[in-house]
């Protein structure tokens, strides 16, 4: 009888950092979850390089500020029929906002998807996983810094790393949360080049990550069994700086 792969769900999944993610998990033989918001075209294009893997892939759309998606999300992660075996929680925006200034929408928005629906999805994923299931949060190397030009960002990614030691210590022994504070690895799509290497030049090692960097750390938790409740900086140093 053929063995049916696990599943590795990736929230965030249709480009950038959760794509490389997704695509990494699938060539290690994980069945994939792309969750995708509003990027259909792009999350159906990975969802293709995906399958000329070989590999299965299901689409869940959700929005993540909504409760109710995440729980009908995670119904459809049961409909698939695959054992859940590892969640990441990639899904993440970062809005500008001073504190002194940004408004309570723009500070709930920010905090609902990278805080709340990480909460909820860790929620779901924990109540459906047996021993030796694996979460993983993408939090920031900027969590431990003053950015006051986006406050509610640098909050939630704070959040987050605190929501990891917490669900590690909740989960334990049957699933292990690990997250990863990634440093400069994309640049944002208003970030000049010439702001980009001045960024750059700061870090110690004085260059840019990939998004390579990000999949081999996360295969490395997924694999290690002994790791849980730990936030690895991929920064190349920027957090000393």
Excluded at 146 to 173: C, D, H, I, Q
Excluded at 174 to 185: D, E, F, K, T, Y
Aim: proline letters at 5%.
């Amino acid at each position: 009888m053929e063995t049916k792969p696990s599943l590795a769900l990736v929230t965030g999944a249709a480009r950038r950092l959760g794509k490389a993610i997704a695509l990494g998990l699938a060539q290690e033989g994980y069945a994939i979850g792309l969750h995708f918001n509003r990027s259909e075209n792009e999350a159906e294009e990975t969802a293709r390089t995906i399958r000329e893997q070989g590999v299965p892939v299901f689409l869940f759309q959700a929005d993540l500020s909504d409760p109710v998606q995440i729980k009908s999300m995670f119904l459809e992660v049961d409909a698939a029929g695959l054992d859940l075996k590892v969640l990441i929680n990639s899904a993440s925006m970062m809005k500008p906002g001073k504190v002194g200034h940004i408004s309570p929408e723009d500070w709930d928005e920010t905090l609902n998807i990278n805080l709340r629906a990480p909460l909820l999805c860790i929620q779901e994923a924990a109540s459906r996983m047996h021993a030796g299931g694996v979460i993983i949060n993408l939090t920031d190397t900027g969590a431990s810094k003053t950015w006051t030009n986006f406050s509610a960002y640098t909050v939630s990614k704070a959040g987050l790393e605190t929501l990891t030691r917490l669900s590690a210590r909740a989960f334990a022994p049957s699933v292990r949360v690990n997250a990863i504070a990634p440093g400069l690895i994309l640049p944002s799509p208003d970030t000049s080049p010439e702001e980009w290497e001045k960024l750059v030049n700061k870090v110690p090692v004085r260059k840019a990550g990939s998004e390579q960097d990000i999949v081999r750390t996360v295969l490395f938790l997924v694999k290690n069994g002994y790791i849980t409740g730990e936030i690895v900086h991929v920064d190349g140093g920027y957090g000393l700086v």
